[in-house]
């Protein structure tokens, strides 16, 4: 299995790689791997006949510099998980100044308003920061097909219009949420929380569930006043927002149209933030 740290001997390597049949797969992540992010590399190794991954932990998404500090960093663990799915992968690994050239500031991105909601307006900067690296890590993997979480369903909407703005020959592939056996998102973060706390995160799961199964006999307020009671009987958690949005637009809604719909929440237990998305229609 191959690591480069250095983006031109990772370009020379794909370079040689490449015939015309070749497609390259591309799945971007910060490191800390579990069941999650390497379903998006199972989907990858499927899908096409080179498979890139990048772990690199990006300063300029990060608006808390304790969570940049305390993000996991467990390089060797994780190559040790990409190895048991295939040793074919390849893993692109840089330090800070070789994405950022001793600059490590985000460029200004719009992206139609989706940049504004939710993630965005709860996290100044980090959708900058988001477009920076996945703009920089385009022009470097340039992939045929690139794989993003669901998990981080705003995100995943802002990569796809940032293809699209860019005009970029790079196909934007969601996939699903990968989930405990408790119904808990997995996340890097989650090493933070402590058993108990693991144990009561399952929480957040369980009550966007009973949202969904309100849905169709709810008013979008009558579902906002549920999930805020919900919490507020779980004082372990400090809710940051809990949105209904349509999926294209996530311009948090009050009626329902005829559209397609998704729960969006934060919390906070302990310090850690958590979030998780629902369909809901
Ligand atoms: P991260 O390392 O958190 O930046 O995530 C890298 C990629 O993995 C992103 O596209 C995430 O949306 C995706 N991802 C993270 N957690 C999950 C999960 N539980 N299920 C599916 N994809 C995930």
Redesign the pocket.
């Known amino acids: 299995m191959l690591i480069f740290n250095k983006k031109a001997l990772l370009q020379n390597h794909l370079e040689a790689l490449k015939t015309a049949q070749s497609t390259i797969g591309f ?11 390497l ?2 590399m199972q989907r990858s190794l499927n899908e096409n006949t080179i498979t890139v991954i990048s ?1 690199f932990v ?1 300063p300029t998404q990060f608006n808390n510099p304790e969570d940049l500090q305390k993000y996991p960093r467990t390089l060797e663990a994780d190559a040790g998980k990409i190895k048991t799915l295939s040793d074919s992968i390849i893993i692109f690994a840089p330090e800070v100044d070789e994405m950022y050239d001793g600059n490590t500031i985000s460029q200004h991105y719009n992206f139609d308003g989706l940049e504004n909601q939710m993630e965005g307006a709860h996290r100044p900067g980090h959708f900058d920061g988001v477009g920076t690296i996945v703009k920089k890590l385009f022009d470097i993997v340039k992939p045929n097909n690139a ?7 705003q ?2 909407q802002i ?1 796809k219009k940032l293809v699209e703005k860019n005009n970029l020959p790079i196909n934007i592939v969601g ?5 405990e056996a408790s119904g808990l ?5 989650n090493a933070r929380l402590s058993d108990t706390e693991k144990q009561e995160a399952a929480f957040i799961y369980k009550t966007l569930q009973e949202a969904k199964s309100k849905f169709s006999t709810s008013s979008i307020p009558q579902l906002k006043q549920f999930v805020e009671d919900a919490f507020a009987s779980h004082p372990e958690f400090t809710t940051d927002y809990f949105e209904i949005a349509p999926e294209e637009s996530l311009v948090p809604a009050s009626i329902k149209e005829n559209t397609k719909y998704r729960a969006f929440i934060a919390v906070f237990l302990g310090n850690v933030r958590l979030i998780d998305n629902i369909s809901l229609n």
């Open positions: 799945v971007p992540t910060m490191g800390a791997l579990h069941e999650g992010h379903s998006l772990i990006n794989y993003f979480g669901e998990k981080d369903f995100q995943l990569v996939c699903p949420i990968s989930r998102a997995m996340s890097s973060r």
